[in-house]
């Protein structure tokens, strides 16, 4: 059976001092050039996992965020889990819902929403159990 499909999106820039013979790719028919990003973020809504922020104490926004998004132009997508490193302490975040597209970049005019519960855990890895769709689905016969 396959791996469920997954996809990310990154920042790709040319370097003309690099000779393609250096280029190489483990499993080239996995990359795919889906969009040219060309828009920013105008907000994200950004919530903590919740196995991940206990003991975590004091701001998440200013300990986590800032750091991390701060003039970099990170490239996300809706549904992104991503991985934050502060204060000897690491936090994992999904990425819930963004505006105005399913891909954009975080800029630094970008309003980033944190508050809300923390996502559990289970409800991320029962999106990764294999359903009737995964199977060809289920109709009657």
Same mark, same amino acid.
């Given at each position: 059976m396959e *791996?469920? $499909?997954?996809?990310? =999106?990154?920042? =790709?820039?040319?370097? +003309?001092?690099?000779?393609d013979s250096n280029i190489r790719?483990?499993?080239?028919?996995?990359v795919a050039v889906l969009c040219t990003i060309e828009r920013y973020f105008l907000r994200e809504y950004i919530l903590p996992i $919740?196995?991940?922020i206990e003991g975590v104490t004091g701001n998440l926004f200013d300990v986590y965020f800032t750091p991390y998004f701060l003039e970099?132009?990170? &490239? %996300?997508?809706?549904g992104d889990l991503f991985l934050l490193r502060s204060v000897m302490h690491s936090v994992e975040f999904k990425v819930v819902e963004t505006d105005p597209a399913f891909y954009c @970049? %975080?800029?630094?005019?970008?309003? @980033?929403h944190c508050e $809300?519960? &923390? %996502?559990?855990? +289970?409800?991320?890895?029962? *999106?990764?159990? %294999?359903?009737?769709?995964?199977? $060809?689905g289920c109709r009657k016969k």
């Open positions: *791996m469920k $499909g997954r996809n990310t =999106v990154c920042i =790709v820039l040319a370097d +003309e001092n690099c000779d790719l483990s499993h080239p028919q996995d $919740g196995d991940t970099a132009y990170r &490239p %996300v997508k809706k @970049i %975080v800029a630094p005019d970008t309003v @980033i $809300g519960e &923390p %996502v559990k855990r +289970e409800d991320e890895e029962k *999106m990764d159990d %294999v359903g009737y769709d995964d199977v $060809g």
